[in-house]
């Protein structure tokens, strides 16, 4: 057996030898060749027979159960996929120039897949399958992406998409493959094939290149901390790691691949930014960061995990196998409890993941459910008897698209909680849903991508204020959006000066204040100070996108910005509201709500309701009692008059632009063409300067109390130095309630 493999080895390293130097071998082709021949070494070590045996049983099971088949989605079928394939294995459907898009060559392994798994599967035989146009267009269009630039480009397709269409295709194949390593064949094609899908699968390993010391060597710890790249979803999540290396049937990749699973389970915060095993993921505070410190509950961090346990539990009753530590049992027990909070009624919060203007209202259970259901099917061992009590419930109700969850102390499930990571204060309760999502310099703010997802993420983080009763209220109006105008924010008007970027690290304050302060029941208190900054001009940003120096209209505007939540009353202070650049054209406005119009709307003067006008701006100022606009079972708003110098509302219906919004929409049909919104805000002119707000917001149900239940005492305006070094004197403001 071992002058066999040895045989092999010999044959591999000559054949590619002699096609390298026939074909204009490139640098980055050597190079790619050159890491398949570091890490490919199926020698058997005696101390890891073992080992090597449960390689061998992942590698039958792969060929039997097929390897992410589920995911595999290429609308032709198997008969005009061969059509296609030319003689030198390109496909002629793809035009000259789409050859070396990389998006196109992933898609062209795709449809080998598709193919391939004809065969695994039995619906083809070997010669129908494993002809030279097949063979050939493995090798032509694994020439094409090995030749790419070894630059940050290499991402998506080249570290996701084609590695796990290469190691499918191989698993698929598996048969001829091991006769191909085993020295077994004398079918060059088929071997140079061989060669090529394990060149390409060996990219989840290797792309993006760090240019760090780890690029020597990707089988170490260091591979996969402290850049955005190698941590949580995009470490664990996207990449076929353990499928790559049965493939290469390596010991010491599997090795790897244990520890950092079960260290990866792990919180990370802003006080361990540093030395958490990854610096994004589940955070502290019980809630998620991810491609950055971006507050992304889903997506990334639930990902990263999910990749992680898979590992930890494809590995049970292996010789890797592990319990699940006391830190990894604590994670996932706080990211439970806080993740809930980010969801209501069978919907996650809109406008924390990228993709919340994608039209979509259909109701689904919380993200986090596959982790829970994972860890009650295979590590109830780990848990203790009342842990395992508490999420069966939770998986019970999880499922009924309701989580509540009543028997638990107030913090917990419900009430109100301050994600200090995060900088969200949030109150959820079985009536209403409440977040303000402030922010600070130690936190990102949301990523934008234009031409995949959403276009317009500017606002999210600026003290973005959202009030929910059914979870729909703004998914169903974003398409006709005024960004500019998002609830809860203070910024210059001027949506149609706005221009969509990629921005992978979102916008929040330059300033580092944002606290609040809760002990879990109904009434809580926060505030942060905000002047608006593009997160991608941070230090040590490796993923800036194509936003630098764009969309001037968004900077410039400076706030100090506080809440209090009294029951079912939140109470909105604001001062120091000043335009920095007076110049530029646009309204300072400081938006109260903009949601949908589903219900008839009033104005509650002296206790008296009145219909409201549509299209009509209409003012909230009265010289006599507050004036309450009230929304039927929904939210009641009014002003601070001593606060306010003018604010308005409007009912209006507007036409929409959905695929403006989020580029997944442009496929959707039947999207709606107007919507009806109810839009609230106080005008603080052009040129404001020091100027001061005040509004509250009755989240309860029926009619607000004839009086707040706060008094503002006052707005206390305090001097300091704010820097030796700049010498620079800013204004700090303080604000007194009393709780009447």
């Known amino acids: 057996m071992i002058r066999l493999i040895k045989r092999s080895t010999l044959f591999v390293a000559l054949f590619t030898f002699f096609f390298l130097k026939g074909s204009g071998q490139s640098a980055e082709q050597k190079i790619a060749f050159s890491n398949y021949r570091k890490y490919y070494d199926p020698v058997v070590k005696p101390q890891e027979k073992n080992k090597q045996e449960t390689i061998l049983n992942f590698r039958e099971k792969y060929l039997k159960n097929g390897y992410h088949s589920y995911s595999l989605k290429v609308k032709e079928d198997n008969d005009f996929l061969f059509e296609q394939i030319n003689a030198d294995g390109a496909f002629i459907d793809f035009t000259e120039k789409q050859k070396n898009d990389p998006a196109i060559i992933a898609e062209a392994y795709n449809r080998l897949w598709k193919i391939a798994e004809a065969y695994r599967n039995g619906q083809a035989d070997s010669k129908q399958v494993l002809t030279k146009q097949f063979l050939k267009a493995i090798i032509y269009y694994g020439n094409k992406e090995i030749n790419r630039p070894n630059d940050w480009k290499r991402f998506h397709a080249s570290c996701f998409a084609a590695p796990t269409a290469a190691v499918a295709i191989y698993f698929c194949l598996l048969k001829e493959m091991d006769k191909v390593e085993e020295g077994k064949t004398d079918n060059k094609l088929l071997a140079e094939a061989c060669d090529m899908l394990k060149v390409i699968a060996l990219q989840a390993w290797t792309q993006p290149f760090r240019n760090d ?60 930014y540093n030395q958490s095993f990854w610096n994004e993921g589940f955070t502290a505070d019980g809630a998620g960061w991810g491609h950055g410190k971006q507050c992304l509950i889903w997506g990334y961090p639930i990902d990263g995990t999910s990749g992680a346990l898979s590992i930890l539990t494809a590995l049970q009753g292996t010789p890797w196998e592990k319990s699940l530590t006391p830190e990894n049992k604590e994670a996932f027990l706080n990211y439970f409890h806080g993740g809930n909070w980010y969801y209501y009624k069978g919907y996650i919060l809109p406008c924390l993941d990228r993709n919340s203007m994608s039209y979509n209202l259909s109701s689904r ?42 028997d638990y102390p107030e913090g917990v499930y ?40 959403d276009a317009y993420n500017f606002y999210t983080a600026d003290g973005l204020t959202l009030f929910e009763k059914d979870g729909r209220e703004y998914r169903s109006v974003f398409g ?261």
């Not at 955005?228 to 995009?234: Q, R, T």
């Not at 203790?384 to 019970?396: I, N």
Request: charged share 20%.
């Open 414 to 453: 419900n009430g109100t909680r301050w994600f200090y990571n995060n900088d969200d204060l949030v109150k959820k309760s079985n009536d209403y849903h409440l977040i303000v999502n402030m922010a600070s310099s130690r936190c990102d703010g949301l990523e934008s991508a234009s031409d995949f997802a």
């Open 365 to 406: 259970t919380i993200p986090f459910m596959g982790i829970l259901n994972s860890v009650l099917k295979d590590w109830r061992k780990d848990f203790s008897v009342s842990e395992l009590k508490e999420l069966e419930q939770l998986q019970t109700e999880g499922e009924s698209k309701n989580i509540r969850m009543s």
């Open 213 to 272: 010391a780890t690029d020597n060597n990707v089988v170490q710890i260091e591979r996969f901390r402290n850049h955005v790249w190698w941590v949580g979803g995009n470490a664990l999540g996207y990449r076929p790691l353990l499928a790559v290396a049965c493939m290469y049937k390596s010991v010491p990749m599997i090795d790897l691949l244990a520890e950092v699973s079960s260290k990866g389970i792990s919180p990370t915060s802003q006080a361990t």
């Open 480 to 740: 006709g959006w005024d960004v500019t105008a998002s609830p809860g924010v203070t910024a210059r008007e001027g949506m149609e000066n706005l221009t969509p970027v990629t921005n992978w690290r979102g916008y929040t304050s330059k300033y580092n204040f944002a606290a609040a302060a809760t002990s879990g029941g109904a009434n809580s208190a926060a505030g942060f100070i905000f002047e608006k900054m593009n997160a991608s001009d941070n230090n040590g940003v490796n993923d800036k996108g194509d936003n630098i120096g764009k969309n001037p209209v968004l900077y410039g505007v400076k706030a100090y910005k506080s809440y209090f939540i009294v029951g079912d009353y939140l109470i909105a202070l604001g001062a120091g509201i000043t335009n920095l650049k007076p110049e530029m054209p646009g309204t300072i406005r400081t938006t109260i709500d903009q949601t949908a119009l589903g219900e008839k709307v009033y104005i509650i003067e002296n206790g008296i309701e009145k219909p409201v006008t549509l299209n009509k701006p209409i003012s909230l100022i009265s010289e006599t009692n507050p004036v309450w606009v009230k929304q039927q079972n929904k939210f009641s708003y009014t002003v601070l008059p001593e606060f306010s110098r003018q604010a308005l509302f409007v009912c209006e219906s507007k036409t929409t632009d959905w695929g403006k919004m989020n580029f997944t929409n442009k496929t959707k049909e039947n999207l709606p063409e107007q919507v009806n919104i109810l839009r609230l805000w106080i005008d603080h002119g052009q040129h404001p300067v020091n100027d001061t707000y005040g509004y509250a917001v009755y989240m309860g149900n029926g009619n607000p109390a004839p009086k707040l239940p706060v008094n503002v005492l006052k707005m206390i305006q305090l001097f300091r130095l704010f820097s030796r070094m700049t010498g620079k004197l800013p204004v700090l403001y303080f604000i007194q309630a009393r709780v009447i």
